[in-house]
């Protein structure tokens, strides 16, 4: 009876079932960027944070755009939150082009900012849950390169099947 096909040499896999790593050098070794003046000081301040922190180095020069775009939903949706806190209970519904109710369009710019705000965070790293996928960590659980290389080379390995010990005794 055929075992089917015979599997691939480990020097020619691809996709997802190539394990080889490859190092980034990350945003530790570029220059901090400078945040865009029409900011809010708010979002200066969670810029000059993110660049300060651990994950910065995780950064390549070619996120930048993804980093600005962000960092300017931030401020847009900041910007739309403060006038919807002017605003007050009374901001809170507008008249429709008919002379019906409708949600201020404010509030709903601001739900479409808070969407596109997660996905980028997600894609970015910038939530625990979006590092654990990424395979980012800091601190005591960081696995060095060399023990991660170490551990994917020994998980290649053969495991003898007990069954099969026992067919080849019979």
Same mark, same amino acid.
Do not use: C
């Given at each position: 009876?055929?075992r089917?096909p ?8 691809v996709?997802h079932?190539d394990?080889n790593l ?9 220059p ?5 003046s029409?900011?809010t000081?708010k979002?200066?301040?969670y ?17 930048l ?6 960092? &300017?939903y931030y ?6 939150n403060?006038?919807?806190a ?5 901001g809170l519904l ?5 002379? &019906?109710?409708v949600?201020?369009p404010?509030i709903q710019?601001?739900?479409k900012?808070?969407?596109k705000?997660?996905r980028l965070e997600?894609?970015l ?10 395979g980012?960590?800091?601190g ?6 060399q023990q991660?290389? &170490?551990l994917?080379?020994e998980?290649?390995?053969?495991i003898a099947?007990p069954?099969?010990? &026992?067919l080849e005794e019979?």
């Amino acid at each position: 009876m055929p075992r089917g096909p015979l599997p691939k040499d480990k020097t020619n896999l691809v996709g997802h079932r190539d394990n080889n790593l490859t190092m980034l050098n990350g945003g530790r070794n570029m220059p901090i960027p400078k945040p865009n003046s029409r900011w809010t000081t708010k979002t200066i301040r969670y810029w000059k944070a993110y660049w300060d922190s651990e994950l910065a180095s995780t950064a390549q020069v070619v996120d930048l755009p993804a980093f600005y775009r962000l960092f &300017q939903y931030y401020d847009e949706a900041e910007r739309a939150n403060r006038t919807i806190a002017r605003q007050g209970n009374a901001g809170l519904l507008a008249e429709g082009s008919k002379g &019906q109710a409708v949600i201020n369009p404010l509030i709903q710019l601001t739900l479409k900012l808070e969407e596109k705000i997660l996905r980028l965070e997600q894609e970015l790293g910038l939530t625990p849950l979006a590092r654990q996928r990424l395979g980012i960590a800091f601190g005591e659980a960081q696995m060095g390169f060399q023990q991660l290389q &170490q551990l994917l080379q020994e998980d290649n390995k053969e495991i003898a099947d007990p069954r099969l010990k &026992q067919l080849e005794e019979e």
